[in-house]
T-cell receptor, first 116, second 115 residues
Framework: AQKITQTQPGMFVQEKEAVTLDCTYDTSDPSYGLFWYKQPSSGEMIFLIYQGSYDQQNATEGRYSLNFQKARKSANLVISASQLGDSAMYFC?????????????FGGGTRVLVKP | GAGVSQSPSNKVTEKGKDVELRCDPISGHTALYWYRQSLGQGLEFLIYFQGNSAPDKSGLPSDRFSAERTGGSVSTLTIQRTQQEDSAVYLCASNKKSGGQETQYFGPGTRLLVL
């Protein structure tokens, strides 16, 4: 079974509008962390935002916020006021605790194209 | 400060040749990871080093792949007898082992093309 699922392979968004990128995860570990990374066409992986499994509040970082619904095992990324520079691939990733070690498991990504 | 650096940026090789990819982590980061990203795909974990502990090699796809980390800093990923399916971007990441968030910061990657 996929540990991280991103169901939207690609999406268009109008500049200045908000966009939600879906991410669902599968783990039986009570302690885990969820990350979102942005990968522009240049190829670098840029860290955006983090949510810990025990965090009581949804994470926010500037225009990025994470809609964390623990019972549904979803961690959707919301980008507000989209800008042209937001056009990129976006990856959701999970780090589990215990024997899984510190490695990140990534979803397949969502390509976002912001239209002017 | 300086981020994670990787070299070479691009590597073209012939099938059957060996290649070495280098990663220089962020200074002070004790954990180092290698991932592979095939075209249009997400990242796939390869290997993880933490301090002086034995590396987690659980993601290496075959015994043609190996990695070492000398002096707790620079790491080299070696692929022997390269195959065309090894063509991918190889990404290195590092983080500080501190408990909690431990965000991994990535290098720019090495684009490997096996002809």
């Amino acid at each position: 079974a996929q540990k991280i699922t991103q169901t939207q392979p690609g999406m268009f968004v109008q500049e200045k509008e908000a966009v939600t990128l879906d991410c669902t995860y599968d783990t039986s570990d009570p302690s885990y962390g969820l990350f979102w990374y942005k990968q522009p066409s240049s190829g670098e992986m840029i860290f955006l935002i983090y949510q810990g499994s025990y965090d009581q509040q949804n994470a926010t970082e500037g225009r990025y916020s994470l809609n964390f619904q623990k019972a549904r095992k979803s961690a959707n990324l919301v980008i507000s006021a989209s800008q042209l520079g937001d056009s990129a691939m976006y990856f959701c990733a999970m780090r589990e605790g215990g024997a899984a070690g510190n490695k990140l498991t990534f979803g397949g990504g969502t390509r976002v194209l912001v239209k002017p | 400060g300086a981020g994670v650096s990787q070299s070479p940026s691009n590597k073209v090789t012939e099938k059957g040749k060996d290649v070495e990819l280098r990663c220089d982590p962020i200074s002070g980061h004790t954990a180092l990871y290698w991932y592979r990203q095939s075209l249009g795909q997400g990242l796939e974990f390869l290997i993880y080093f933490q301090g002086n502990s034995a590396p987690d090699k659980s993601g290496l796809p075959s015994d043609r792949f190996s990695a070492e980390r000398t002096g707790g800093s620079v790491s080299t990923l070696t692929i022997q007898r390269t195959q065309q399916e090894d063509s991918a971007v190889y990404l290195c990441a590092s983080n500080k082992k501190s408990g909690g968030q431990e965000t991994q910061y990535f290098g720019p990657g090495t684009r490997l093309l096996v002809l």
